[in-house]
């Protein structure tokens, strides 16, 4: 069972929109090797497992899948902020019913020359569960072979595979609000690329030198490198909220990517930071409130709520 | 930000392995209606969201939508016990390393004979992204116009199909692993769908006698009378760890339905129970460990690990 | 622009229900080489027709798909009849609202083993847009090179290619249903074959002996053989409202089949039989109206209506 | 049994070529929200349709769809022509049988900056059955539960969703050719979604005034505003050739969009405008006759014809 | 560039036809880990090649590659005979123009009950390029990332997969004709298995005992015993004409999977055997000749021919 | 069997990169009509060919989709060179390990610009399998009726819409890398077209003045007048090592397409040219190894081979 809190797992700087940047890093979010694919599969994975004895590594699985929900929240959220006024159409009125279209104008006019018209025509300036290719993405991504040593394997290259495209990504733009995240989930696509070829070494692979896979250097960008010098690239949450996951009997010892750090698996999950939500776009017809039913949404929320009786708690005690 | 209990949000009956009904309920997985497609959808339309004073509509899309990746959860785990074992295979010896296929033997033939031979060819008995009829889960199902009525709209519609579909494969068995679960999800279809018809009835329609979409008279089957008894298809969870959901503005008064209950949106999560973990199966090779590897892999479960950190806590105060 | 008639192109003879006959008539309705394709297809090359002086050529496109919306209505229909009351549920009590699936009954439980189990869980034992191994109809299906000669020679192979693989469903059942309307559309694909054959003999290709493509020898069929005796091979409506079409300068002289028929355009439509509604399906809550819904239905049903002024008339005048 | 006239269903303005336009408008032909789209979704509903005693609603789905076959005719008409010439090379010269190519010449290099390739290097400067992102249309993308309330409630949907779309699409070309019918297509979806809302009304339902969904406030496009002025969003042809249709039982009353205008379905059809047929463009070899095809063509337009036997009349008597 | 030899490159054990068997071995040709994809996929990584001092790496790729070819040639030919004749119907007459379906016969019956009913609807009881499910192959499945360590760990995992597939399909049929293709297919993946983890292991991994993956223990399947009994397994061929494959500086030295034998390469192709052709299927109208065309053939088939001129010969000296 | 030479089977001209050609030029590698589609399409013709008396038609079937495999090598090699280097990023350093990125570059920024930006973000720029609208490559492509006449008549439509589409590209680019393979699949493209054009001949087809199809008159085309002024498109080779192929009964005689020549198949192959790696591309960590790796990698390029067996030899005598 899952469980929600309204938070980010990680900052999003403010930069302006870019519309190109935001197409890019929808392979990010809905290519074959994106954030989508990696927490269907490991859901799945964690689904489909067999072996009690193994359970450390389903729990691994596990927390990594959990893990990537809050990727995808936090890449979707990036997308939609690029996207999110890049008309630059007059959009904030002090009349919120704005009149987008009249007389014959062409607030929408910069769709044409985009990426991915869809951003515009289809999701009201929103990510789209696509590719950067606009291919919607695929059940038939999911790879769950059932014998864990492959599964451990295809995770590993998928982790590496994910890291590259980003790297890529990285080297196509230089809009901050892109870089931010992009930054971040090179890192953490390190930290699972380091979880499981960890979890071969417990069955005995000696790596050798040939980890990280590929050698992209990622140090080089001053964003990643921030994030490298506090090792987020060897640290991996459980995000349970129990403490039943057993996935810290495996991350620990040196890190298999030979950076001198170790793995570290005593958190349970990232502060991360507020999340917001997204002003009108008129021109889009979103969310298309008129003034009698900006009235009943306002009446709505000034009802009264009963409190939520609490199963599992905000906060334990330090 | 995501978090996972090692808990199932619904019991699920045992009984015999059954590979038809099994595929039956691939349906309610990986369809166009069914739970991975709730997820996503209801998971971009809150991180796609517009207009900071619709919150309460926000909130209610996203603790729904948090449900129902325990649903996927759920549904998948149905699946696969349906699947396990069912080619009745001598798979559990004294001896952890069986000789699946020695001498020539054919334990898979029934494979053959099912509805979807990927269950057994390419999933290792376990559930697989597509739906009924084969086809894998497409991003082109979700749905996210923008434009917050037309979302409301389609959203009360996709429930109310995928509980109409529910009730079909309701009839195709009576399994009873397949009905727990089934009759669950039928009941909780139908909190959402009033759900979406109340938000649309804090927008002036007044549905009349129409609601329930469709008319399944569902409390004629037994496993679902039991749970609409106990008023399960006018709760809905928050699932929101600190509170700050303000679903249940929404989500309070009269049920649209009119089956005389209140909505009552007080409870943070269901209790749910303990998740357990499958079997070997060695005529899949999965999870396919030989002794050296069962060794390493019983090795790393004894190791020590440091204690997690929790940010979140497992239990409030009551 | 398109009008209808409440009337079938050709009568369907009534039979058991046969599912397994159903399916393989959707390769005839959603397959590469179905109804749905050959109408599609041919309408989008009347659109994109280039060059004013080829107008016979355009107008025999555009007759064939204008009769090629018919056939899709004609196999869905018999397709539909294929399947409705499959199940052999006892679904027509003197109370029209009945109660599938009460006390644990399993009505359904005969999709388990079909063919396609999404004519039972999706479409309400009905039609549906895809072929007969569960592939949905797809838009890259349609061929429109722009370049005339090609087309024709295209069209010619896909109407041979349809007829092929209607010969082969024939020799699949001897169902009534299934067969009466495999029959009509073997030769109606004859028919139309011999268009195209006959539309690039204007263009000076000899055919030989090679016509017909292929050599079915249909004439073997008993039910095929009443309507080759009437010589409906040979003929070809022009379904155009206001006499516009030229394709009769095509479509005369001797068959390019070398059967020793003269082709024949002098007729406009063929009359027909009556189209009927389908009863309901308890089972599948289809139409699935309760008392309420089925008195506002009638009440509806009892309302005036105003007439309706003709701009295209019923009945020339003999 | 469809037949059809040789006129599209509404007028097309000259205007210069804009392939961009013209991909735009590809969603409104080929996507999930398309023509295409509800052409088939209606024709199935149709053909599927269960409960005698339900004709009216079958009529109304039965001459929407009807309708949507011309809208297809129309929209792929628009694309069509605001392709055709876009390469403005020099292709009408005195002899008919151009060079295009000759001596190393790009008359396409345009073609590599488009939105989709494929208009120029497939289609020939044509339509094709793909949306605006370049996906095929989909059977998939096909609705029909069998549920008739169901069935209304996602075609309500479906029409809204179709209409905000082109009200984007509105916003992002002020092309006179795309305009006129975009502007067209937005009423006629506002038409059909009033008789998908007006048949939940029958049912119970009560709107409010949250209709029309999408509030678009479309009467600010001045093309929209001179249809509107004439009430064609509240009106709705039988086009029934034989009178049979009970559409206008349920067409009927005040607009349940409370715009004041009362519905009317006493009209047929449209009169609609004379289609013609498109120019050779030499540079894609279409239609791609030499001289000795081109005699051939000419001497089969000048061929005598027999004269058909009418079986609908063209003009009923005033 | 590639040549031909109208060998097979392995013997294909004559047994009953069995169509359910012919549908599991459509995995292996048309699936996800297949034949066809491992065909592409190492077409594309020889083509896409970076870097010249790799050349031992880019020829391990294109020889193992070309192998593929010859491996999608004998599935496909097994999946063929496996079809053939399947439906058991009186195809072998004196008169080789036979009368199927006359007077209302059904031959093509069992085509209703089969696994995938395009083998008989669509392929003539021939082989598909789809999956055991009947999923297309696609072009998605190709893995070229164009980072070399990268490719060979993918490499790897799909050589790995595919065996493990391979084994459960053994697990389901023990028809000889399926059995002797897929034993040899077993043993070859293994090989290729070997070629990508020892040129891992040239670049520093120390596999440990953790290889083969999957330990299926596939000697226990007799057929495949025999083959590994010879070393079939630690063999790779050329397949390169003028010997200028470098791919034997790799594929050298201890196996990595420590079953004590070397790696050869010193083979340029197997010997195969001889090819043969199908017989006719009249009821699938294949090839579907009548006395005309017959006599056609065989006319063609009596000219005679120029010698060909070799620049590739077929027997070097000894 | 299939052999390789490391030589392709024409020489690509060099010239500066240009990937809105190289995209282009997909569609005639991975489009419908395209060169993976005809060489899947001819290895299953000849796979599934029935009719042992038809084997001369079989051999051409074989032959010519032999030298498709090679066309496949020889545009994707193309289409690699197109792209190469595109982003005209500083990347031959002296030191081979670069640094892309370093400081916040953005050596891949012309990435978002280009038509598939998959071209530099999945396949380092490398040739993909879709085509060049995005779409991947699908084996509902291929066509193998199993009816001789039809699959004959579908290969010469699919030949001739392959170089139609192929003109269409020669209009679009005067890129010299790109026209020289082009033009050089134009010709090849119609020698296929004459040999199934030819093949229908002999079964009685008269083609008259029809032929080729389209009619082009690609000799305006210079670079394609130097290939037609030396009869490539009126040869057809064998590519068959052991002399086996019958194919020649059938190609000879005058060239159906009337141009006065003589068909021709008494070569076995083109002589061709010499293939090279392409270098490196740091910007897409491709191949991706740092000193550590490179010197393994030259270890094992420097390791001694045993020399390889030939079975088929290089070059038989004269």
Redesign the interface.
Known sequence: ?????????NEIEADEPDP??A??LQ?GL???FGE?RTM?QY??QS????????????DLL??IG?EE??H??LI??TI?RLLDGSPRYNGKPTDPLD???????????L???Q????H???????????D?????????Y?Y???????DL??N??LE??GR??K????????NRTARSTIAYLIVRDQAHENAYARA?E?????????LP??????E???EVKKLLDVGLQSKQY?????????A???F?GMSPSKDGTQL?????????VAS??????F????????P???A??????D???????????????G
């Open positions: 069972m899952y469980l929600h809190v309204q938070r980010l797992i190109a940047a197409n890019a392979e809905g290519g074959q989508m269907m859901l799945f689904i489909n497992f067999r072996g009690p004895k193994g359970k450390p590594y389903r596990q927390g959990t929900i809050s995808v929240e979707g959220t939609a009149t987008p279209g009249a007389g014959g104008d062409t607030p929408l006019r769709a044409l020359d990426s991915n018209i869809h515009y025509l289809v999701a009201a300036q929103g990510a789209l569960p696509v950067a290719a606009g291919n919607p993405w695929s059940g038939s999911v769950n072979s059932g014998n864990l040593v492959l394997l295809y590993l290259m590496s595979t590259l495209q790297c890529r990504i990285y080297e196509m733009t230089d071969l417990t069955l005995g692979v000696d790596w050798g030198k040939v896979i590929p050698k992209t250097n990622a080089r960008f001053p459980s995000f349970d909220l129990t403490a039943a996951s057993e810290g009997r495996i620990q570290d698996a005593t958190e349970q999950a990232p502060a991360g917001t939500i997204a002003e009108e776009r021109e889009e017809f979103s969310p298309g409130l008129d009698d039913l900006l009943l949404i306002q009446a709505t929320a009802l009264e709520m009963d409190a939520v009786q609490p199963l599992y708690g905000p906060l334990p005690a």
